[in-house]
């Protein structure tokens, strides 16, 4: 593959979604007019269109007060009706996904449902160095059930001299743990290395010994293809700021598989806007569950964040994920090979991309004792790029806004370090 500015630019020109770019804020430049924004792994860019959405569920609070919840544009009593679109993102059944409260807040909600250990079956299976979010998480529910962490968790690692971890050492050891696994939990794609993982194959095996798959897909929502349903996920949850643009520490979405949210006898934490929808104002005693994933809400919609979630969402529907993985993979090939080029031109340059072929919109590159000075370089020429300790670059140029001619200019950048 060339790497030069022509090969770019006939890119860009050939290139069906170029046209969104001019839909979101590309943030201003200090040594340029726009910076080269590489982060979308860690907060996607605004779309020009949340100002009017936000103020639509403003200008309703203004003018009906209470009376929005039935008589507004969208009405709020039903918000999380009009996101029946994040089920196309994630490869599900609109029933199966509801969009509400944040990621951290979901999972534990939904190992309140899905980790129910006994005795004899209370191991948990994750990758080792999971977003420490998940880590926390884990610890403090085992904790909660009385067990010890490391009588309990089981993480594993790559083998040595290796960056991404093999599917089949996975499966070997869910197999190995056998009838003592009470849940599989991986992230869909790994923060730091931007390896995705085989969430099918995970499930599969978590299946046959007994236990529950379940995932954290905050960096494969809107990033890769998933079809959590067809792939039998039991559960699953998201949040939407990075890949989906939606507003700093905006709404999470969820995923249960119907044949868990269909019935009612699935243990939950309840709240009144989980409960039967045609009931819920009836204030009556006993919880009816709503069926589906929208059982699990706990309370009434965050309107005004959602809107900025819907904002992003009738954009990626617009598009479609097919379109976004197929530019995603050429916008992530390129960058790979401008990398490689770059190095081998500049021998001030020493890293190592540890991102595998398996992988959404993300090129993980692992540095030398010169790391933090060639991000810092960047930084202060507008590369927006992301520092992970001890020493990672994440570069995550994402399909819906970022060109290749953006990356053209990055390794340009990076042959005057």
């Known amino acids: 593959m060339t790497t030069s500015k022509a090969f770019a630019q006939k890119r860009d020109s050939e290139d069906p979604l170029a046209k969104y770019r001019s839909q979101f804020f590309m943030p201003p430049g200090k040594t340029r007019s726009e910076q080269l924004y590489f982060t979308g792994n860690s907060l996607g860019l605004q779309p020009k269109s949340v100002k009017e959405y936000i103020q639509q569920e403003l200008d309703d609070w203004q003018k009906l007060g209470v009376e929005g919840h039935f008589h507004g544009k969208n009405p709020w009593f039903g918000y999380h009706h009009f996101f029946d679109k994040e089920a196309k993102v994630v490869g599900a059944k609109p029933e199966e996904v509801v969009v509400m409260n944040n990621l951290t807040v979901n999972l534990h909600l939904l190992l309140a449902s899905?980790?129910?250990?006994?005795?004899?079956?209370?191991?948990?299976?994750?990758?080792?160095?999971?977003?420490?979010?998940?880590?926390?998480?884990?610890?403090?529910?085992?904790?909660?059930?009385?067990?010890?962490?490391?009588?309990?968790?089981?993480?594993?690692?790559?083998?040595?001299?290796?960056?991404?971890?093999?599917?089949?050492?996975?499966?070997?050891?869910?197999?190995?743990?056998?009838?003592?696994?009470?849940?599989?939990?991986?992230s869909g794609v790994q923060y730091y290395t931007g390896q995705a993982f085989d969430i099918k194959a995970l499930t599969a095996v978590a299946h046959s010994v007994g236990a529950y798959a379940g995932f954290d897909c905050a960096h494969a929502a809107g990033n890769i293809k998933m079809e959590l349903h067809d792939w039998d996920v039991d559960f699953a949850a998201w949040c939407t700021y990075?890949?989906?643009?939606?507003?700093?520490?905006?709404?999470?979405g969820i995923f249960v598989h119907e044949k868990h949210g269909n019935n009612p006898d699935t243990p939950r934490l309840a709240g009144w806007w989980g409960h039967k929808e045609s009931e819920r104002f009836q204030m009556k005693k006993g919880f009816i569950p709503e069926p589906g994933a929208a059982g699990w809400q706990l309370s009434?919609?965050?309107?005004?964040?959602?809107?900025?979630?819907?904002?992003s969402l009738d954009m990626f529907d617009e598009v479609g994920m097919d379109a976004l993985v197929a530019k995603g993979k050429q916008l992530n090939a390129f960058l790979e090979q401008?990398?490689?080029?770059?190095?081998?031109?500049?021998?001030?340059?020493?890293?190592?991309?540890?991102?595998?072929?398996?992988?959404?919109?993300?090129?993980?590159?692992?540095?030398?004792?010169?790391?933090?000075a060639l991000f810092d370089y960047l930084t202060e020429r507008d590369v927006i790029a992301d520092w992970r300790e001890p020493n990672v670059i994440r570069l995550a140029p994402v399909p819906m806004y970022n060109?290749?001619?953006?990356?053209?200019e990055f390794g340009e950048l990076l042959k005057g370090f």
């Open 114 to 186: 899905f980790y129910r250990p006994t005795e004899k079956r209370f191991k948990i299976i994750m990758e080792g160095g999971a977003f420490p979010s998940d880590m926390y998480v884990i610890e403090s529910q085992v904790k909660h059930h009385g067990f010890a962490y490391d009588d309990a968790v089981i993480e594993i690692i790559p083998r040595e001299g290796e960056h991404a971890l093999r599917t089949e050492d996975i499966v070997a050891k869910i197999k190995e743990v056998g009838e003592e696994c009470a849940l599989v939990f991986f």
């Open 242 to 252: 990075k890949y989906m643009n939606s507003s700093p520490g905006g709404v999470s």
């Open 300 to 311: 009434n919609a965050p309107v005004l964040a959602m809107a900025a979630h819907k904002a």
């Open 403 to 408: 060109s290749f001619t953006d990356v053209w």
């Open 338 to 372: 401008v990398v490689m080029d770059a190095q081998a031109a500049n021998n001030k340059l020493a890293f190592e991309v540890i991102t595998p072929e398996e992988r959404g919109c993300q090129l993980s590159m692992l540095t030398n004792e010169n790391g933090k």
